[in-house]
Each structure stands twice: as structure tokens, then as C-alpha cells.
């Protein structure tokens, strides 16, 4: 079977090496803190997604909706970017359709947060530009639509290099291999469509989000005077946040390339090992953690609920919500 080159080869040997020799040198420690920490944020976004779904109010407004998904794709996310850094630390071969599976969900849930992030920009826009409307135009059948589309862009270009590799070399996905994303390209071509696709796909939604951002900002300075512009300067934060959130995102795609150049720049294997850790940690995890402490502790109507819930639903009972 052909590959993409001859260096992608032997970084992808390097890294292997290396694994073999850094798991006899006592780095369960950082696996272990990789575990505690995916899970404790798996278990803070399980918390905020149930403190969305106890109120009806929550479940039936629009942003609450895609904050939601939000939360339930980066979980997703989280729990099967830190198996995939798991197994390659731990130097595990997986069976391709395996693989293949970890990898279509990741990469399913990396793309679903940029459009999910447009989606929460858009209804903000919305709501601020055309409040009169906003009922009319943003609904939950209209909310599901769009999270259905979203999720079919996550998967398609996915699920093309899948089919490709299934039909030219059906052996291939009985094959045991180091599970990594670049293992289904076998030809160049899918490289240069997967890298332009991620130029245009991050791109339109940077342009989404900065439309509304502008907009928004427009709009608030213009009734800046006006005592009842606080929901409008709230929205502007909240679309800013939403362009500081995308921008953690943007990050993500720097991963592949600072741990190649980690690979060849190592000169041993503990150093290269040290890097990767850092890489993972500041570059995929940590702007996939950030989600509820951004949005949801921000919002007066989530927070004493969610902090009710965290607590193991300790001290007063909120019974009422009021969402503006």
C-alpha cells in the first residue's frame, strides 16, 4: 500500500520508537493525570448538560439548545482524543476498523465545535438584530435542523477517505496499526483535499463569527444611550467570546505539526515524550475544557442551578429559572 511520503513514514516510526522505550521509564504518571483530567471535565459538561435539561425553559430556548450539543460534542471529544493519546502512548496496535471508528468520531466532534460555535454567533445576531423576530426565525425544529447538518459536514469528508481506503485495499481494515488520523491517507491527494478543506472550513466560520461580531458591536453602540442596551452589550461579549473560543479551536491544528517537529528536533525519547504531553494538554485538551467555564458559569440563569448540581444538589433547591 503507498503513503503519503517517505518522511511521514519515518516520523510515524519515530514516534513508535520512541513509545517502546518511554513506557519503561515511569510515565504512567502523566497517562494517569491525562485520565483524572478528561474525566473531571467529562464530568463538569455531563453536570451543565444535565442542569439544561431539568429546566423545560432551557430545553425550549434556542441558544440553551446549541450550548447543549455544544457540551455534549465536546465531551465526546475529550474522552476519545485522550483513548487515542492512551493507546499511542501506550504503544498499542488497534484493528483498523477500530481505529477508523475512534478516528470518525473524532474528527466528527473536532469539526462539529467551529460551526456550533457560527450557529450560537448567528442566533445571537440574530436576537439582537432582528429581536422582533427571533422567535419566529430561530426555533427548535429549526435548531435540530441545523445541528443535523452539522454533524453530516463533520462526517462527510470522513467518511470519503473511509470508503477510498475500503475500496482500494479492503485488507487494510482488518490490518493491525498505530491508530493515528493519517493512517487512512494512501494518497496524496487526500492530504491536499483534507488541507484545503480545513482552510475553507475554518475560514467561513471566522468570517460567520466576525459578520456578527461587527454587527452586533454596530448594534450596541448605536443604542449605547438607550437603558435597555444591556441584553445587546451582553451579546456582543458573548459573540467575542464565541471568536476567542474559535480561535482556541484554530489551535488544534497546529498539534500535528509541533509534534512532528518535535519528533525530529528530540534528540532522546523522554524529551520527545515531554513535549507531546504539553502539546496534547495546551493544544487539544485545554480549549475543549473551556466551554461551561466560558458560557455556562457566565449565565445568571445556569449558574446557581449548575453549581446546585455540582454540589451533589446540596443547600437550597432553585425552583424557579429566569432566562432573558
Excluded at 439582537?128 to 430561530?138: A, G, K, M, N, Q
Aim: charged share 15%; proline share 3%; aromatic share 14%.
Amino acid at each position: 500500500m503507498s503513503v503519503i511520503n517517505d518522511s511521514t513514514v519515518e516520523v510515524l516510526l519515530v514516534h513508535q520508537q520512541i513509545f517502546q522505550v518511554a513506557m519503561t521509564e515511569g510515565r504512567m504518571a502523566k497517562v494517569s493525570f491525562i485520565m483524572l483530567m478528561s474525566l473531571f471535565f467529562i464530568y463538569l459538561n455531563a453536570t451543565m448538560v444535565y442542569t439544561l435539561w431539568s429546566k423545560p425553559v432551557f430545553k425550549e430556548t434556542p441558544r440553551y439548545i446549541l450550548f447543549n450539543h455544544m457540551l455534549f460534542n465536546d465531551s465526546i471529544h475529550i474522552f476519545v482524543t485522550s483513548l487515542l493519546f492512551i493507546f499511542s502512548v501506550a504503544y498499542l496496535r488497534l484493528v483498523m476498523v477500530a481505529c477508523a471508528f475512534l478516528v470518525f468520531v473524532s474528527s466528527a466532534t473536532f469539526r462539529n465545535a467551529p460551526l456550533n460555535l457560527a450557529l450560537m454567533s448567528l442566533e445571537r445576531y440574530v436576537a439582537i438584530s432582528f429581536p422582533l423576530r427571533h422567535t419566529e426565525i430561530v426555533t427548535q425544529k429549526r435548531n435540530y435542523f441545523a445541528i443535523g447538518i452539522i454533524w453530516f459536514m463533520g462526517l462527510l469528508h470522513f467518511l470519503t477517505d473511509l470508503f477510498y481506503v475500503a475500496a482500494t485495499d479492503p485488507k487494510f481494515l482488518t490490518s493491525q496499526i498505530f491508530c493515528t488520523r493519517e493512517r487512512l491517507f494512501i494518497k496524496q491527494w487526500q492530504v491536499d483535499v483534507y488541507q484545503g478543506f480545513n482552510v475553507f472550513y475554518f475560514v467561513s466560520v471566522s468570517m460567520i463569527i466576525l459578520f456578527t461580531y461587527i454587527s452586533i458591536l454596530i448594534t450596541t453602540r448605536s443604542i449605547s444611550s438607550n437603558k435597555d442596551s444591556a441584553p445587546q452589550k451582553k451579546a456582543h461579549k458573548t459573540v467575542l467570546l464565541h471568536l476567542i473560543q474559535l480561535g482556541l479551536c484554530l489551535t488544534s491544528f497546529l498539534y500535528g505539526i509541533i509534534e512532528r517537529a518535535a519528533a525530529m528536533a528530540s534528540s532522546n525519547s523522554s524529551l520527545f515524550i515531554d513535549l507531546r504531553y504539553l502539546n496534547y494538554v495546551v493544544v487539544l485538551l485545554l480549549p475543549r475544557c473551556l466551554s461551561p467555564l466560558i458560557y455556562g458559569l457566565r449565565d445568571d440563569a445556569v449558574r446557581p442551578l449548575f453549581m446546585y448540581y455540582f454540589c451533589c444538589a446540596r443547600g437550597k433547591r432553585i425552583t424557579t429559572v429566569n432566562v432573558h
